[in-house]
Each structure stands twice: as structure tokens, then as C-alpha cells.
């Protein structure tokens, strides 16, 4: 599988082509949803991202896969999965591929397994192709979980620990990227049940009890 790195060989990306220019205008124009609803009321987006190493200076993005959870429901049919390899030699190909994946989030709360790497490649690849401060609102699972379930854990765990202790199966051997952003919505589910009981029951809380939660047990 290929990935980003042959689209900016030169330093300077390729311009973009007006479609992408005049859908990256209006996602900027856009406003974000609401932080402040509860739970059942917000949309939020389990990301998940393939990389060769997890140094976003030096390594490449090779795939993403997204799922929305809303209502406390997984949503198959609102999901996204990006296969960089296919875009082949073409630029305007991961141009468009990045945009579907910004008209994909539309600003809402973003889910993953260790913000630092995941948010490190998006964050990379947005301001490199478009000029794009990519900042959404994070909600960490790696920080959350044994925040919330204490009884399972103290401290950040591999992602295996927590299908296991979860009594979720994940298979064995290396999962495809949208088997794990699959895993990740579930264990998310799990959480938001965790979190409504601890009053943690809007969006807004979620993101404040996940930087809470990274900045309390990194202190340690």
C-alpha cells in the first residue's frame, strides 16, 4: 500500500483543483454542532488511521477509516474508508479523498486510541495538502477508559487490554482498519454508558473529562 509521502517530493503541493477549493471554503464557512447536548443527541466520529511508523514527521499515512455513533447507535451506513494507494499518481485523487473525509466529520467530536499519533498524522497531511489548522474536538480513548473504568485498569493500556477486559471479540492477529475503528465505536459505546452514570453526560464534559484525564495521569 502507498501512501502520501510521493505527493510532496518537492516540498510544495500540487494547487488545488476548484472543487476541493470551493468545498474546503464552505467546510471553513461551516459551523460546528453543539458540545453541549447530551450524549443521545450528539454525532461523534471513531477514527482509526494506517501509517508505516508512528512518527508523523517521518512516516506515512496510508488509510482511514471513520464511523459515526449517534444515538448511542453505530451507523454502518455513515462511514468512511480512504485507500491512499488508490489514488495512484494523481494529487487531485487525495485532495478529493481528504475532502470527502472533512465533509465526513463536519466539526463533529472526534473518538480515538491515542490522540498524540492519530491526531499528529491528520493534523500533518490537513495543513500540508490544504493549509489547514485541523483542530477538532478530541475525545481519547487511551486516556478515557481507565479513567472511567478503574476497575479494569490504572493506567494507559494496549487496545487488546481493553477488548479483553470489555469482553468484546477482536480476533486474533492484526485487524483491518475499519474491523478497529469498529472495535473503538463499541468501546465507546461502552464508555458514553460509563460516563452518563458519572455525570458525564454531554459532549462538552466528555472532551473536558478526556484532556482532564491525559494531563492528571501523564503528571504521574
Not at 453543539?34 to 499515512?61: Q, S
Not at 483542530?135 to 490504572?154: G, I, M, R
Amino acid at each position: 500500500m502507498l501512501g502520501l509521502k510521493k505527493f510532496f517530493k518537492s516540498g510544495t503541493p500540487a494547487p488545488l483543483p476548484a472543487d476541493v477549493l470551493a468545498a474546503l471554503e464552505g467546510w471553513r464557512a461551516s459551523e460546528a454542532p453543539p458540545t453541549d447536548d447530551l450524549h443521545f443527541h450528539v454525532r461523534y466520529v471513531i477514527v482509526d488511521i494506517v501509517t508505516t511508523g508512528m512518527n508523523a514527521e517521518k512516516d506515512e499515512l496510508l488509510g482511514i477509516s471513520a464511523v459515526a455513533v449517534r444515538q448511542h447507535s453505530i451507523l454502518p451506513n455513515d462511514a468512511l474508508s480512504i485507500d491512499f494507494g488508490a489514488a495512484g499518481d494523481d494529487p487531485s485523487a487525495v485532495d478529493r479523498q481528504l475532502m470527502a473525509l472533512l465533509k465526513f466529520i463536519a466539526k463533529a467530536p472526534m473518538v480515538c486510541y491515542h490522540f498524540p499519533y492519530v491526531g499528529a498524522f491528520l493534523q500533518r497531511v490537513f495543513k500540508d495538502r490544504f493549509g489547514l489548522d485541523f483542530q477538532p474536538q478530541w475525545v481519547d480513548l487511551a486516556w478515557l477508559l481507565p479513567s472511567l473504568f478503574e476497575d479494569k485498569a490504572h493506567s494507559v493500556m494496549p487496545l487488546d487490554h481493553w477488548i479483553e477486559v470489555l469482553g468484546l471479540d477482536g480476533g486474533s492477529g492484526r485487524r483491518e482498519s475499519m474491523d478497529n475503528v469498529l472495535l473503538l465505536a463499541r468501546l465507546f459505546q461502552m464508555l458514553l454508558v460509563r460516563a452518563a452514570g458519572k455525570q458525564v453526560d454531554t459532549a462538552a464534559s466528555l472532551i473536558d473529562e478526556s484532556r482532564a484525564s491525559s494531563f492528571l495521569r501523564r503528571a504521574y
